[in-house]
T-cell receptor, first 112, second 114 residues
Framework: GDSVTQMEGPVTLSEEAFLTINCTYTATGYPSLFWYVQYPGEGLQLLLKATKADDKGSNKGFEATYRKETTSFHLEKGSVQVSDSAVYFCALWRNTGNQFYFGTGTSLTVIP | GAGVSQSPSNKVTEKGKDVELRCDPISGHTALYWYRQSLGQGLEFLIYFQGNSAPDKSGLPSDRFSAERTGGSVSTLTIQRTQQEDSAVYLC????????????FGDGTRLSIL
């Protein structure tokens, strides 16, 4: 069945370091891909999305490119800040069945 | 309302009791989703509503779980004869329509079964 696999955390980085959180997926057809973020004490919110192959989603300095050939949607940021500390979830939506599939989440802590 | 509202925020109950969880979506959002997040697990999709209709109930973990939505707005998730493995955070989300639209999540209901 469809699924999302993301790198396990927790991830700890120093401020201004480069961030990559890996996400790969298994799906039939052409799913849409998302990254959601949950800041401490807040609810999940959409960070970025891409709806077709080779699309790049971007927001708040984060980027992810929909790679169909490698079935990946890795999240990257060139220079993380303390305020980026949160849990990041990769997600997939497929139009058959109208279901969302979420990964297990990756906790990121950025230290000054 | 301004966002998705869930109640109660916390619920502690004894095994075997029934519980009802409520979700009030953003006004005008026709799609509503329920998820379960267990400790160390990702979000497990349970059910979605398009308007008042839930076309696919296969994601519900057992026949003890049921959900309904009335008036295209408020939804309730009911768990009958609760078991300890039902302990989790239950999240509700809504979006403009069913599909790859941004989902707006509530803060969840933390359910603990003693």
């Amino acid at each position: 069945g469809d699924s999302v696999t993301q790198m396990e955390g927790p991830v700890t980085l120093s401020e201004e370091a480069f961030l990559t959180i890996n996400c790969t997926y298994t799906a039939t057809g052409y799913p849409s891909l998302f990254w959601y973020v949950q800041y401490p004490g807040e609810g999940l919110q959409l960070l970025l999305k891409a709806t077709k192959a080779d699309d790049k989603g971007s927001n708040k300095g984060f980027e992810a490119t929909y790679r169909k050939e490698t079935t990946s949607f890795h999240l990257e940021k060139g220079s993380v800040q303390v305020s980026d500390s949160a849990v990041y979830f990769c997600a997939l939506w497929r139009n058959t069945g109208n279901q969302f599939y979420f990964g297990t989440g990756t906790s990121l802590t950025v230290i000054p | 309302g301004a966002g998705v509202s869930q109640s109660p925020s916390n619920k502690v109950t004894e095994k075997g009791k029934d519980v009802e969880l409520r979700c009030d979506p953003i006004s005008g959002h026709t799609a509503l989703y329920w998820y379960r997040q267990s400790l160390g697990q990702g979000l497990e999709f349970l059910i979605y509503f398009q308007g008042n209709s839930a076309p696919d109930k296969s994601g519900l973990p057992s026949d003890r779980f049921s959900a309904e939505r009335t008036g295209g707005s408020v939804s309730t998730l009911t768990i009958q004869r609760t078991q300890q493995e039902d302990s989790a955070v239950y999240l509700c989300a809504s979006s403009l329509e069913v599909g790859p639209w941004p989902q707006h999540f509530g803060d969840g209901t933390r359910l603990s079964i003693l």
